[in-house]
């Protein structure tokens, strides 16, 4: 099946500091990537659709100030948490469909001190 | 009522069991119906997919649709105990590529 590669798999971090997630697509070409977050033991909860060459799409409720997306190639998109506060500290997801199958990355555990 | 409904479990079964995963959903529109395994702290992967109704088979496990009953089924054979993971069915529409995920079942599988 097809790789998406997700880095880094953890970062810890102060309070108030911004941090870049990366997801790529190693194989194939994704015009649209997804960013869930995920709370322990709970399903994946979608924040937003990252576009290539456009603005991402925020799920509501999400503040799209906090979570900054580019998805400037079509097999990068990143996701910057700016300004992280412990209240961020979480595990995010991307994935990016080939087709009608969405292919996940390994995830990224963010702790914010 | 959720448009995807999944058991949460915990399931915890012996090795070698034949175990049977299952969701029920709402929107007549889904078409495509995967099954993902993910384990603690890691990625979700995938595990099978179809599209419509029908039965699909890989090695230990076999997907079921029932469109008409709006039901989908995981069934594991010969379950181990690295199958003890969290299991999400997961759907989505011609419509849009956004999947539509059950809370996930976790399952258990002891020696």
């Known amino acids: 099946g097809a790789v998406v590669s997700q880095h880094p798999s953890r970062v810890i971090c102060k309070s108030g500091t911004s941090v870049k997630i990366e997801c790529r697509s190693l194989d194939f070409q994704a015009t649209t990537m997804f960013w869930y977050r995920q709370f322990p033991k709970q399903s994946l909860m979608l924040m937003a659709t990252?576009?290539?060459?456009?603005?991402?799409?925020?799920e509501q409720g999400v503040e799209k100030d906090k979570f900054l997306i580019n998805h400037a190639s079509l097999t990068l998109s990143t996701l910057t948490v700016t300004s992280a506060h412990p209240e961020d500290s979480s595990f995010y997801i991307c994935s990016a469909p080939a087709g009608y199958i969405q292919y996940f990355g390994a995830g990224t555990r963010l702790s914010v001190l | 009522q959720k448009e995807v409904e999944q058991d949460p479990g915990p399931l915890s079964v012996p090795e070698g069991a034949i175990v049977s995963l299952n969701c029920t959903y709402s929107?007549?529109?889904?078409?495509?119906f995967m099954w993902y395994r993910q384990y603690s702290r890691k990625g979700p992967e995938l595990l099978m997919y179809t599209y419509s109704s029908g039965n699909k088979e890989d090695g230990r496990f076999t997907a079921q649709v029932d469109k008409s009953s709006k039901y989908i089924s995981l069934f594991i054979r010969d379950s181990q105990p690295s199958d003890s993971a969290t299991y999400l069915c997961a759907m989505s529409s011609q419509e849009t590529d956004k999947l539509i995920f059950g809370t996930g079942t976790r399952l258990q599988v002891f020696p």
């Open positions: 929107n007549s529109a889904f078409q495509y």
């Open positions: 990252s576009n290539e060459g456009s603005k991402a799409t925020y």
